[in-house]
């Protein structure tokens, strides 16, 4: 199903409203950073990347899209009035909720446990991607820190983006939990495009081994091919960042994290990402439902 026919049933599931013919940026590169396993580092590395990219003068909205135990606000030492669950339920528009935070990076903070069950309903999904759609402001990229595993709220986010960062560990665990996000994304969800960045990496050696393993596997048993976006190696700045509510990448930027996290950022400005023919949802997808509704 395309994005029209996704957002069509995803509506008429919910109610009956008419859907605006507006002209909206999709020059917005989505990108969501995600992992089987839990603890990996994706938070540290959305929040810096985010910071990297807006000292680049690029504009930058953060999405913490961890609905269940959020944390982008501890790690960035903010205290935000209102957060995913206010745009959620009508309260507040997402520019309302939207704060600044480092760098001038534009956040939607979320809120712990959202429905207690900390998965959107369908409802909720609708408003979310009306409400992106809706935003007055332009950014260059939309950066997404979802929940570690495989549940609802996870694949949706990643359906969401165009360009999806794995991120593992050098932990066998990480990497077969990666195995089964991918797989179910492939195979489920029908999304193909996938980025590995190895987090607290001995070195570079050790980062191309674990990338082997995880895409040796992804070759044989899917047909799927993953793309190596680099690695971040293990750096004792990162968690003194943390306890200080500060940024790597703010306090310590000369430290070896912050350069590969720089480097890692260079590489993504590169990339021409491709018109993916995932037949899913997408956050600022709207020119294609210009095109698609009746
Ligand atoms: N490159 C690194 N070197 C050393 N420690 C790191 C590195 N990256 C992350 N950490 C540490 O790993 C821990 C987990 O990081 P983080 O919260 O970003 O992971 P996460 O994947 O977002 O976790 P969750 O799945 O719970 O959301 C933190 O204590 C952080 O300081
Ligand atoms: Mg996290």
Not at 28 to 48: D, H
Not at 57 to 75: C, S
Not at 203 to 225: C, I, K, Q, W
Not at 252 to 281: R, V
Request: with cysteine; glycine share 8%; aromatic share 8%.
């Amino acid at each position: 199903m395309d994005q029209a026919g996704a957002l069509r049933e995803m509506k008429e599931n919910v109610m009956p409203q008419t859907i605006e013919r507006k002209i909206y940026n999709s020059n917005t590169r989505v990108i969501a950073v995600t992992s089987g396993k839990g603890g990996v580092g994706k938070t540290n590395i959305t929040a810096n990347f985010a910071y990297i990219f807006s000292k680049m003068g690029k504009r930058i909205l953060l999405l913490d899209a961890d609905t269940g135990l959020a944390n982008i606000d501890v790690i960035l030492g903010i205290t935000p009035k209102y957060n995913l669950r206010h745009v959620l339920s009508g309260e507040k528009t997402l520019s309302e909720a939207v704060v600044e935070g480092p760098g001038g990076i534009k956040i939607l903070p979320a809120s712990s446990g959202i429905q207690g069950t900390a998965d959107l309903s369908k409802g909720q999904k609708f408003t979310l991607l009306e409400e992106m759609d809706g935003l007055d402001e332009d950014f260059d990229f939309m950066l997404i820190d979802t929940a570690a595993g495989i549940s609802d709220n996870v694949m949706y986010f990643n359906m969401a983006a165009r360009e999806i960062i794995v991120v593992v560990s050098p932990e066998p665990t990480s990497l077969t939990d990666a195995y089964a996000l991918i797989k179910i994304l492939y195979q489920s969800y029908k999304t193909r495009c996938f980025m590995l960045l190895v987090n607290m990496a001995r070195d570079s050696n050790e980062a191309m081994m674990v990338y082997a393993r995880l895409s040796n596997a992804t070759n044989h048993f899917l047909g799927l091919p993953i793309e190596y976006l680099g690695y971040i190696p293990h750096d004792q700045n990162v968690s003194k960042a943390v306890r200080k509510q500060k940024l790597l990448t703010e306090i310590f930027s000369d430290s070896k994290a912050s350069k590969s996290m720089s480097k890692i950022i260079a590489k993504l400005c590169l990339k021409q990402p491709k018109d993916y023919e995932n037949g899913t949802i997408k956050f600022f997808g709207r020119s294609t439902i210009n095109k698609n509704v009746q």
